[in-house]
């Protein structure tokens, strides 16, 4: 999945905006970040701890922490692997 379908799938949300965060494209709603490009193929999406766990440990390929995320309300996503159904249902979720 290319960060280009991602921002279709984004902006179809209503009031999510299209911005910056740490330097990378991101997206948000009320100025609050919902995700947000990492690096080329890694996407950052805010989630409740508890379903950010039951992702990475059911589908451990496409969602994944680094330490610097560990603890923290949001899960990166790997866009090599991730489906748009996914992605849709995981932003929409955020």
Do not use: C
Request: net charge positive; no cysteine; proline share 4%.
């Amino acid at each position: 999945m290319k960060f280009a379908a991602v921002r279709s799938i984004a902006l179809a949300l209503p009031e999510v905006e299209e911005g910056t965060a740490y330097g990378t494209p991101a997206f948000k709603v009320q100025k609050k970040l919902l995700a947000r490009l990492r690096q080329e193929d890694v996407l950052v999406v805010m989630i409740d701890l508890a379903d950010k766990e039951f992702l990475m440990r059911s589908k451990p390929a496409i969602y994944f922490s680094t330490p610097h995320y560990d603890g923290y309300v949001a899960v990166l996503v790997n866009l090599k692997k991730a489906t748009g159904g996914e992605l849709r249902s995981l932003v929409a979720a955020a």
